[in-house]
């Protein structure tokens, strides 16, 4: 009589787990990198509001607002809680948005910071320059002839790495 083969082999159980621990050694380090840079978007999207703020403001004024009061957020107390889960802080300084990254942000990316510089165009429109991105063709980076940011204050206030934010802040990138 032959006796029939009932279950996997020995073999057959070792190479399927090889396979999954190949799969998760490649799947691990790419989640965590897709999480560490959800965390980077909580900060572009605090942001976002002031953005438009630091546009009006110069419209208005022709000068680049000196700070968060003047940008429209009014009291250091009301600019304290422009924080989130992953940012510890926003900032601005000469127009330029700062955010700090901390709280329960990914090591990786802890007390890092990323920077959006305002950069007029010939038609005096606001183009904003992401992290370490050229500055955007057809711009200077003077709202008037008295009021400068550096062309380089965007770079230099930028510290996480260029895998973790979107490809328009990354060094390199011309676009507008």
């Known amino acids: 009589m032959k006796a029939i083969q009932k279950g996997f082999t020995l073999i057959e159980l070792m190479i399927v787990v090889a396979i999954i621990g190949i799969l998760a050694a490649i799947a691990i380090p790419a989640y965590q990198d897709y999480t560490i840079r959800s965390q980077v978007t909580e900060g572009m999207t605090l942001a976002g509001d002031l953005k438009a703020s630091i546009a009006e403001f110069t419209a208005q004024t022709g000068e680049w607002p000196a700070d968060l009061s003047?940008?429209?957020?009014?009291?250091a107390a009301v600019a304290a809680n422009k924080t989130g889960r992953y940012v510890s802080g926003v900032d601005v300084?000469?127009?330029?948005?700062?955010?700090?990254?901390?709280k329960d942000a990914n090591q990786a990316i802890q007390t890092k910071t990323l920077a959006f510089q305002p950069v007029a165009n010939d038609n005096q429109d606001?183009?904003?320059?992401?992290?370490?991105?050229?500055?955007?063709?057809?711009?200077s980076t003077k709202a008037t002839p008295t009021s400068t940011v550096d062309s380089d204050d965007s770079a230099a206030a930028t510290?996480?790495?260029?895998?973790?934010?979107?490809?328009?802040?990354?060094?390199?990138?011309?676009?507008?």
């Open 70 to 75: 003047e940008a429209g957020l009014g009291s």
């Open 126 to 139: 606001i183009v904003w320059r992401c992290g370490k991105a050229d500055q955007p063709t057809d711009t």
């Open 93 to 102: 300084t000469n127009g330029t948005i700062t955010i700090t990254y901390g």
């Open 159 to 176: 510290s996480v790495i260029d895998k973790y934010v979107p490809s328009s802040c990354r060094d390199g990138y011309g676009g507008a």
